[in-house]
Structure formats: structure tokens, C-alpha cells
């Protein structure tokens, strides 16, 4: 069955035009939630958007804005003018990892940390205070709860990695500088081409990783960048890789120990596979897929074994077989979106980010039936942003719900 809703945000008078300002007042619907689905306004107070999710798997009740306590900023595109909607040019802008979330604040290089409520998703409370990320226009960040460490990109006029140690306090800063990834770019960064993409712990927890997409133009491929994890610490220098067939790495999907998928808006995608001794990157399949036009965003889902890749230009998803690459389906929605500019896998849903200059949507899509089986569920309107700023999407299920 499908369904559509539409829903006001509920807030106090933009309470997110007041850096620090509380949370808004916990939605009573919410508290016998399962989960909830999260992105940011990147609005230029940012504030995190919070929608609860029923045991049914679907977004229900009243949204809720959460302040970050920092601020939100834009890429710009070639021409000058704002990139809306893709406005940071990246995947993982916020990070959910058990009951804690990240995200970062791309206009006052901060990244902020949350503590999830059980009883109620919808609530975040801040965990400690932002932190500066050393660097400019923090567009990706990512956690390892088996290091208690998370890192970020910046992807501006100071680029590189910064990373921090984590625990019931907040975060504290590890490095007394990025690791430079050289991109000469600018604050904010313009784009697409010849910006980072994204920033992803390896399964195992063993390297970093980072992509940076290529600019056709100019003949530049753009790179992987793999920084090894030894003993507990990140190293301040990365291997980097470009991969045959990949130009302009996207999102990033792990998939095993040293192998993960990629979207890439000049193919399609690739599984591509970390040497551990040498810590380049190769690819291992390539993923062509006709008649895309910016697939950019993927998630891999453990109920299916396949990885989903989500395309800006195309309203419509495909799934591709997380060891060969074979694409299993391609599914075209019929809900009238434009396309989609992030996804998240959990349980037996996935959930993709849809926005517009003028509306926000979020599409949850059924794989209960295993691969091949994804099936459209419900279009969400999220009433009240309009903004066209909003990025990044994560999903928490509560414990006695993670197969939903």
C-alpha cells in the first residue's frame, strides 16, 4: 500500500534564528516512536530536523528543529549563483552510529554531537559544545564507536581532515591542524566538480576514507584517500587512488573489510577494494548505468545484501548486487519528485532525502521481500522549510525495533 502525508514542522518562532536556543518542546506523538529520520536545515542558523517513524516503518507526527549551535552555509556553483539543492556537494553531513549524532556546521566550521533519546527519537540532546574543525566549509562527517573516534572533512579554502576523541562529555579536539587534502578550493567550496564527496571509517575500522570528486574539464579524475588507523590513531597522511573507470567518487557504501561501493555521477558506481599492504584502491566491478544523470548518494542495506544508489536527475533507484555489482533493478517512483540527494538503509526500509527550492520530501520504500523487491511506501512532505538548503539523512530504530 501507499501513502502520502504532509506534515507542519513544529517549532517556537524559528527558534533555530537563535544559535543555542533549546529544543523545541518534544512532539507527545513521538514518544512511542520507533525511530525517527534525521537532516539539517543548513539554514544560516542550522538547526537539525527530526521526524519520528512509526513500527510500521513509516514517518508519522510532527517534525522537530533542534539548534546545532552553529551556523549553515551553501556551495556556490560555476556561474556564482547558490548550488540549491545539492547545497554542500556531499554525503554524510550527519552521522547516526547506536544513540549518538553527528553533524557539522559548514558556516562556522563547527561540528556538533547529540545524545538520541530512546523514548522519544525525535529529541537530541547536545552532547558538550561544537567544536572547530580547524579548518573551512565542513561538508562530511563520520564515527567509529570501536575507536570512539569521529572525523570530519572540510572541503573549502583550508581543506582537509580533522578528527576527534569521543566520549560522555562531548568532543575534544586530536589535531592541531587538518590533514591537507589540497583541493585549492574556495569558502564556500564551488561545485560540484572538484569537491570532497565523502568521509567513512572502514568497516573494520582500519582506515579512512575520503572522496573527492574530479572536474572533467580540466582532465582531473579526482581520488580516494585512504588514511590508515594504527594502534588507535589516525594517521595525518592518506594514500590516494583513482581508481580506473571512477571520476567523479561519490557516496560511499560499506560492504565488507576493505571493500565498499561508490556512486559516481560519470558512471554509475564501482566496488572498490583497499590493498592492505599498499593502500591503493583498485576497482573490482565497474557499475554503468544508462541513462543516469547524477547518481550520487548510496547506502548498502544487510537485509538484502545489496547497495542502493540514489540519483539527483532521475527520480528513481537502483540496486546493485553488493559483491558483483550486477544491477538487480531499477526501480522508477512515481510520486512526482524531482530526484533524490541522499539515502539511508535500516531494517527493512530505506529512506531518501528529496528536496527542491520549494519542498521538502522524504520516500520511505518497502525491501522487506528481500532483493529485487523494493517497492515505493510512502512520499513525506515536510511543510515549513522551503529553504532548498537542506542536506544530509540518517536513520535511528530503537533497540526493540532494529528489523523494524
Known amino acids: 500500500m501507499y501513502f502520502t502525508a504532509s506534515v507542519a514542522i513544529a517549532i517556537l518562532a524559528f527558534a533555530d534564528s537563535i544559535i543555542g536556543a533549546p529544543t523545541c518542546q518534544p512532539n507527545p506523538t513521538a514518544a512511542s516512536a520507533a525511530g525517527a529520520v534525521y537532516f539539517i536545515t543548513n539554514a544560516k542558523h542550522n538547526s537539525v530536523v527530526s521526524i519520528p517513524i512509526g513500527a510500521n516503518g513509516l514517518l508519522s507526527g510532527a517534525a522537530v528543529l533542534t539548534p546545532t549551535g552553529g551556523m549553515g552555509l551553501g556551495g556556490m556553483k560555476a556561474d556564482g549563483t547558490a548550488a540549491i539543492p545539492d547545497s554542500l556537494f556531499a554525503q554524510g553531513t550527519v552521522r547516526v552510529v547506536d544513540d549518538l549524532l553527528f553533524t557539522v556546521d559548514p558556516g562556522s566550521n563547527t561540528v556538533s ?4 533519546s530512546q523514548k522519544n527519537p525525535s529529541q537530541l540532546t547536545m552532547i558538550g559544545k561544537p567544536q572547530s574543525t580547524g579548518g573551512e566549509f565542513p561538508i562530511s562527517v563520520t564515527y567509529s564507536s570501536t575507536l570512539n573516534i569521529a572525523c570530519v572533512v572540510n572541503g573549502g579554502a583550508v581543506d582537509g581532515v580533522s578528527c576527534f576523541s569521543v566520549d560522555k562529555n562531548g568532543l575534544h579536539t586530536l589535531d592541531a591542524s587538518p590533514r591537507p587534502l589540497g583541493l585549492a578550493q574556495k569558502t564556500p567550496a564551488v561545485g560540484p566538480p572538484g569537491t570532497v564527496s565523502h568521509i567513512s571509517f572502514s568497516q573494520d575500522s582500519s582506515a579512512l576514507i575520503v572522496t573527492v570528486k574530479g572536474n572533467p574539464a580540466i582532465k582531473d579524475t579526482g581520488f580516494v584517500a585512504i588514511y590508515p588507523v594504527s594502534y588507535g590513531v589516525v594517521s595525518r ?9 571512477t571520476a567523479l567518487p561519490f557516496g560511499i557504501s560499506n560492504v565488507s573489510a576493505g571493500n565498499f561501493i561508490i556512486a559516481d555521477p560519470s558512471v554509475g558506481g564501482a566496488i572498490l577494494s583497499i590493498d592492505p599492504k599498499s593502500l591503493q584502491v583498485s576497482t573490482s566491478s565497474a557499475i554503468t548505468v544508462a541513462g543516469q544523470v547524477a547518481i550520487c548518494w548510496s ?3 544487510p537485509v538484502t545484501k545489496s547497495a542502493y544508489l540514489a540519483d539527483a536527475g532521475v527520480n528513481r533507484i537502483v540496486e546493485v548486487d553488493g559483491t558483483t555489482g550486477a544491477i538487480v533493478a531499477q526501480v522508477g517512483l512515481t510520486n512526482g519528485n524531482k530526484g533524490m540527494f541522499d539515502i539511508a538503509a535500516s531494517g527493512n526500509f530505506l529512506y531518501a532525502l528529496s528536496p527542491t527550492a520549494n519542498s521538502t520530501h522524504i520516500v520511505v520504500m ?5 532483493k529485487g523487491s523494493i517497492k515505493e511506501a510512502q512520499n513525506f512532505e515536510v511543510v515549513g522549510l522551503g529553504l532548498g538548503t537542506v542536506m544530509g539523512l540518517q536513520v535511528y530504530a530503537t533497540p526493540a525495533n532494529m528489523g523494524w
Open 113 to 116: 554531537m547529540f545524545q538520541i
Open 299 to 301: 547506502a548498502f542495506s
Open 366 to 370: 518497502d525491501i522487506s521481500g528481500g
Open 237 to 245: 597522511h592518506a594514500t590516494k587512488s583513482s581508481p580506473a573507470g
